[in-house]
């Protein structure tokens, strides 16, 4: 069962890099930021406005 799920993933993975994603770099960026300032962030909007502008 492990092995079926495996291969499933490669093929998956196969078909993305080859047939689905554009002939062009694609690029992921993750922000992680302290707990205090996700509070911050959740309860004032204009807060998270300025930081994400």
């Keep these: 069962m492990v092995l079926v799920k495996a291969r499933r993933k490669a093929e998956s993975a196969a078909l993305l890099v080859g047939e689905v994603f554009p002939e062009q770099p694609v690029r992921q960026w993750v ?12 309860s004032r909007d204009e807060v998270m406005g300025r930081v994400a502008g």
């Design 31 to 42: 922000l992680s930021v302290p707990f205090p300032l996700r509070v911050l962030f959740a």
